[in-house]
């Protein structure tokens, strides 16, 4: 059969013919959709894909299995990580679904949106230098060291990577310092996004209720002396309301939460400054407590002194 040769097709109650090589480009596409659809189910791109994510933030990325709709505009994503350049770990998801634009790539972007996070285990801790981990994996910290240097490479300049409108669910959080450390279990984000944009790294989160979360701050903190111990409590009733990080600091409309009889809501403003390699921490912030008239907080700061 010759590629001019014609073939019957019947239409109802009729026939038409149709030439052969009028389904040549029909088959040149669907070779093509085909052999992409292969390749992003494949290993070899999931390594390339960890390797951009590597050259635009700095950290790594580890994703064990990842799978594609056949419209390559779904992704899903088993047991994966981020972690810092030193490969100390940060997040760590058990699936994670989203939608993916694939023409993005063609622009060096990478753009996930209207996603969901399972079984997230996130730990954030400061270093000797006072920074921290996420913001390292980021790369947001090399970003503020590199801005104005004139060897930048163009090509990680030209490269952003996106999570926007992403829903977290039981997500175990850890936070730790020398100064102070808590944990949060079983928490929900209902809505958060991340940019890494060339010059900006853009986080926020428009609402986070938790029922409660455990607290310890070393008396070291507040300059007491050793046998006044540690300060350990409990806090009820925590929300956040429309936190946004932009490059070197945060804006939050509202925090409130509820600590061994006290109630504090704040909201405002703060910075982190690099002044000469020496990190420096701004706020402009305003608030409001409100406290029962027995209060283990106020034992403690007051050594049990004050009665009501």
């Not at 239409?11 to 085909?34: C, D, G, N």
């Not at 952003?160 to 279990?185: H, M």
């Not at 609402?207 to 409660?212: A, T």
């Not at 903190?221 to 006044?228: I, M, N, T, V, Y």
């Amino acid at each position: 059969m010759a590629i001019f040769d014609e073939i019957q097709v019947r239409v109802y109650r009729s026939y038409i013919k149709l030439p052969l090589i009028f389904f040549v480009p029909l088959l040149t596409l669907l070779s093509a959709f085909s052999l992409a659809y292969f390749h992003v189910n494949s290993p070899h791109f999931w390594r390339a894909t960890e390797l951009q994510l590597h050259e635009v933030m700095g950290g790594h990325f580890a994703l064990g299995y990842v799978e594609f709709s056949p419209t390559l505009t779904g992704v899903e994503v088993y047991d994966a990580h981020i972690l810092t350049e030193e490969r100390e770990p940060v997040i760590a998801a058990d699936h994670v679904q989203a939608r993916l634009n694939p023409l993005m790539l063609m622009t060096e972007r990478i753009e996930f949106s209207h996603g969901r996070v399972d079984g997230a285990r996130v730990r954030l801790a400061f270093d000797d230098n006072g920074e921290l981990n996420l913001l390292r994996a980021l790369g947001i910290y090399e970003r503020m060291r590199s801005r104005d240097r004139e060897d930048d490479d163009e090509q990680r300049r030209s490269q952003a990577v996106g999570f926007r409108d992403i829903e977290l669910q039981d997500v175990v959080f850890e936070f730790s310092d020398p100064r102070f450390d808590f944990q949060v279990d079983a928490a929900d984000i209902p809505r958060a996004s991340i940019s890494v944009e060339p010059t900006a790294v853009i986080m926020s989160v428009d609402e986070l209720k938790l029922p409660g979360a455990n607290f310890r701050f070393r008396h070291q903190l507040f300059k007491f002396p050793e046998e006044r111990g540690d300060w350990e409590f409990r806090v009820d009733n925590f929300e956040v309301y429309d936190w946004r990080w932009v490059n070197e600091g945060f804006t939050v409309d509202r925090v409130i939460a509820e600590v061994d009889g006290i109630r504090a809501e704040a909201g405002g403003r703060m910075v982190f400054p690099d002044d000469d390699g020496e990190r420096n921490m701004l706020y402009d912030a305003r608030g409001t407590l409100s406290a029962d008239y027995q209060s283990t907080v106020l034992d403690y700061f007051t050594a049990g002194n004050i009665k009501f």
